[in-house]
C-alpha cells in the first residue's frame, strides 16, 4: 500500500492514509517521512511537534497564529476525534468555508491543515491523544480564535454541549474579527 493523500473540499486541505502494516501482533507505520510526503504532494518542513490529551466531548479551537503560521499535520494516536480546518484567509475564494475528517487510533488516518487556517477538534471517544507536528512554533501572544459555534460558518460538529476551556469560550464570531488579526 502506498502513501495516499487525497485533497478535501478546500484546497490545500488534504487527508492522509500512510502505509500501515498489520498482522496478528499489531501494527507498524510511518507517522512522518519527509521524503515520501514530498513524493506525495506535501513538501512541508515540520519543526514543532504537539501531544494533546483530551477527554470525552473537549472540544479545542478553532485555533490559529497570525505572524508566525502553522500548518499541522495532525493524527490521532489514542481514541478518536472530529477535525475541523476553517479557511480565514481574507483574500481565499473559500473565506469562512471548512473540512473535517474522523481521526482515530483505529483508522490512522491525518490531517494536514495549512498555513491561514483556523483549526479544531473534538473528542468523540472516552479520551483521545493527538499529535500534531507544525510547520512553525507556537508563539504566545500571536494565538488568536474563532468561536467554534460560529453559525456563519456552520461546522456540523457531532456533539451540542462541548467541554471548552474559558479562552475558547471568549472566541469571536469571524465576522466580528477585526480583518488586521485575520490572515490575508
Known sequence: MALIIQQ???PGVCLIEPDCFEDHRGFFMETHHQEKYRQAGLDKTFVQDNHSHSKRHVLRGLHY???RPQGKLVYAVTGE???VAVDIRRSSPTFGLWTGAILSAQNHKQIYVPEGFAHGFVVLS???DVIYKCTD???PGDEYGVLWNDPAIG???PIDS???SQ???ENQKLEDIASSRLPV
Open 126 to 128: 472516552e479520551s483521545a
Open 65 to 67: 497564529q497570525l505572524n
Open 137 to 139: 512554533v507556537y508563539t
Open 167 to 169: 479562552k475558547d469560550q
Open 8 to 10: 478535501l473540499s478546500i
Open 162 to 164: 462541548p467541554v471548552l
Open 81 to 83: 476525534i472530529f477535525d
Open 155 to 157: 461546522i456540523n460538529w
